[in-house]
């Protein structure tokens, strides 16, 4: 089950940052990076956002947590992140799939490290194509993909 989450509350902010710090440890390591900022962020990071959050939920637990940032004239999918023991289960698809129901843009975005073979499969699955690669001030090799929605 997908939810939109309240963020601003300090309990689900907390539920939201340990799924990020669990899914995001092993995506540095597949990225094999020292210094991953993704897990440096703060609690209040999360709380403060301005961004949107939804979860998916195994039974009653958080399983998987999709962070949007609505722009103007597109969506961008600023994390995706499942926890590992629910690693291949379609929950990142189905996070994907309710993106493009939700939000009605022309554009939408998201970005990897490139060395994340299953978060770029699952993009290109979904229908975005590669737009750039690009190196971060942290050392690591990123990709963004880009799906353009036609009316």
Same mark, same amino acid.
């Given at each position: 089950m997908i939810k939109k989450l309240t963020h601003r509350n300090r309990t689900t902010s907390e539920d939201i940052r340990a799924v990020f710090q669990i899914s995001y440890a092993v995506e540095a390591e597949l990225l094999q990076a020292t210094d991953f900022p993704p897990l440096k962020r703060p609690l209040e990071a999360f709380t403060n956002s301005d961004n949107q959050f939804f979860g998916y939920y195994?039974?009653?637990? #958080?399983?998987?947590? @999709?962070?949007?940032? $609505?722009?103007?004239?597109?969506?961008?999918?600023?994390?995706?992140?499942?926890?590992?023991k629910y690693f291949r289960k379609g929950i990142g698809r189905k996070l994907v799939a309710h993106a493009f129901e939700q939000y009605q843009t022309p554009l939408f975005t998201v970005e990897t490290?490139?060395?994340?073979?299953?978060?770029?499969? #699952?993009?290109?699955? @979904?229908?975005?194509? $590669?737009?750039?690669?690009?190196?971060?001030?942290?050392?690591?090799r990123k990709v963004r993909f880009e799906k353009v929605c036609s009316d």
């Open positions: 195994m039974k009653d637990e #958080l399983a998987a947590v @999709m962070e949007i940032d $609505k722009k103007t004239a597109s969506v961008h999918i600023q994390s995706l992140v499942v926890q590992p490290g490139l060395a994340n073979e299953p978060a770029t499969q #699952l993009y290109l699955q @979904m229908g975005f194509s $590669k737009a750039l690669e690009y190196d971060t001030e942290h050392g690591i």
